[in-house]
């Protein structure tokens, strides 16, 4: 199941330049395993040692945070969105 | 000046003074650091920010500018913008009273230009985009944040984009709108608003004052604790309460009594810090009752507008400073949070928006707990004008209603005894 998974500019370094990057995967977990797959360097970065997301990085399947979903076991339909973000305080 | 770099605050990754607000090594996000090494001796200091402008300006050695503050002695940024900070701090003995406080301090940032304290964060973020040659300013924007930016680019001259949620109260909208700004109502909440704001700052070349340019802009909030401190007579007060949105005030102005506990231009130690969020949208409040040391994000539903930030990035911060402090983080009913607002009002002659009501409101509730002793010096921070919220005090109040005589008047004004036996 090919999932779109929207790249954060301070992450582009990372994944050559790419802003969206094609990966399979039939949940969050897994999509993010693919993509870690394909683009090593992503993985020390927003995931912390225990296979969990750092505190500070947010991924939102067609705009949901899955914080409000399932977390990592989200599912993830063929064709849906991926947009990983970094946490922004707001005003 | 004495800003330095910008430093991650989860893994100390330092990057240069630029448009960058997170780090690419953890995401974790970047703050200003200084080197006060470099100012000069006390006394000198102190006499240089006493004779400074009736602004955040005066305060210009801890705020993260390359060049002098903007206005007309600036060649690269000549206009000065819409002057932010300097408001009132006023003794609130009516309302100490009334909580059984004898020591109770208001500073009031409804004073502000546009009537909230975003004009300081705006002043700050505005005047770096310039020095970085950004010729547009947009913000995610909870009312208020909106209503500072659209003002801060119509005195300056740069278009702006002020996205919000769509159902924000009508004040705040057209208190936004009727600067010339372009005003985008997003169909979602302040969380979305935020996310989508965070994918545009990718995309456009904007200066998005608190994304993008967000170092700058939380330095704004430190001008808080500079005022304060400078108002009592440089001394620092026991305790103060704040209301938490993202949790940027709360800990910025922690972090400016700090950088000047650490100078010694003030003695002391850090005040007792507490929290004030509306139960209707409590990530922080919650974390810091279940002893988390993270938020878990929630949708808001609150009178509270300016504060239902869900998902608040500095949550984790206010939660060490709540604890570190000896202070908490407590919420409040929308009840509460009106009767707050009343509260306010009716003791101090301030009227304040629902985030002020909210504030008010776990003051008293702290007071009522037992949690502040008598003789403490405590500082209450009102960031908004009761103008912004006109409905969370509607019905609050009976008038009367007469025709234009006398003996109308008198008749309701004070009921004759036998008029009022007879009635019952």
Redesign the interface.
């Known amino acids: 199941m090919a999932v779109a998974v929207k790249i954060p500019a301070a992450l582009r370094a990372a994944t050559g330049g790419a802003s969206e990057v094609s990966v399979e995967g039939a949940t969050v977990s897994e999509v993010l395993a693919a993509l870690f797959e394909q683009f090593g360097e992503l993985r020390e970065r927003i995931s912390d040692g225990d296979g969990s997301l750092r505190r500070f990085v947010n991924v939102y399947v067609a705009g949901e945070d899955i914080r409000f979903l399932e977390g990592l076991d989200t599912p993830v339909a063929d064709g849906a969105e991926l947009t990983i973000l970094p946490a922004v305080a707001g005003g | 000046m004495a800003a330095e770099n910008l430093k991650c605050k ?1 893994c100390g990754a330092e990057y240069p003074l630029e448009a960058l ?9 970047l703050e200003v650091a200084y080197d006060h090494n470099r100012l000069d001796d006390l006394a000198t200091l102190r006499r240089r920010i006493q004779a400074g402008s009736q602004d955040v300006w005066r305060y210009a050695d801890f705020l993260p500018l390359s060049g002098p503050p903007p206005g007309p002695g600036n060649r690269q940024i000549p206009l000065a913008g819409v002057p932010a900070g300097w408001t009132p701090l006023v003794r609130a003995e009516r309302l100490g009273e009334r909580l059984g406080l004898s020591d109770v301090w208001v500073k009031n940032d409804a004073a502000n230009p546009t009537h909230s304290f ?1 004009d300081r ?1 705006v002043a700050i973020a505005s005047a770096r985009a310039r020095e970085l040659g950004f010729d547009a300013l947009a ?4 009312g ?2 909106g209503n500072a930016v659209a003002a801060q680019a119509a005195a300056i001259g740069l278009p702006s984009y002020v996205f919000v949620p769509a159902d924000l109260e009508e004040q705040k909208l057209l208190g936004t709108g009727v600067y010339g700004t372009n005003l985008v109502e997003v169909r979602g909440n ?3 608003v ?2 989508l704001c ?2 545009l ?2 995309e456009r070349d904007w200066a998005f ?3 993008n340019m ?1 170092p700058y ?2 330095e704004g909030s430190k001008t808080v604790a500079f005022e304060i401190a400078e108002q009592l007579s440089w001394s620092l007060p026991d305790r103060l309460v704040v209301p938490i ?4 005030l709360f800990t910025k102005i922690a972090r400016g009594f700090e950088e000047w506990l650490d100078l010694g231009l003030i003695e002391g130690q850090l005040p007792v810090m507490n929290g004030a969020q509306a139960t209707g949208c409590a990530p922080v409040a919650s974390a810091y009752a279940a002893g988390q040391d ?1 938020c ?2 929630v ?1 808001p539903n609150t009178i509270a507008k300016s504060l239902a ?1 869900g ?4 949550g ?1 911060y206010a939660l060490d400073l709540a604890r570190r402090s000896g202070g908490s983080i407590d919420a409040v009913t929308d009840d509460e949070i009106r009767a707050g607002i009343v509260l306010l009002a009716e003791t101090t002659g301030i009227f304040t928006e629902t985030a002020g009501g909210v504030s008010t409101a776990v003051l008293a509730q702290l007071a009522a707990r037992g949690d502040i002793d008598r003789d403490e010096r405590v500082v209450l921070v009102i960031t908004g004008d009761g103008l912004k919220t006109l409905d969370a005090v509607r019905g609050s109040y009976a008038s009367l209603h007469i025709d234009a005589t006398v003996e109308s008047f008198e008749e309701s004004i004070a009921p004759a005894p036998m008029a009022a036996t007879a009635a019952v």
């Open positions: 989860e607000y997170v780090c690419e090594r953890c995401f974790g996000p975003k964060v913000c995610a924007s909870t208020n944040l302040y969380d979305d935020n996310r965070t994918e700052a990718a004052v608190n994304i967000r802009y939380a949105a993202s949790g940027s993270f878990q994000p949708k930030i998902n608040p990035a500095d984790p």
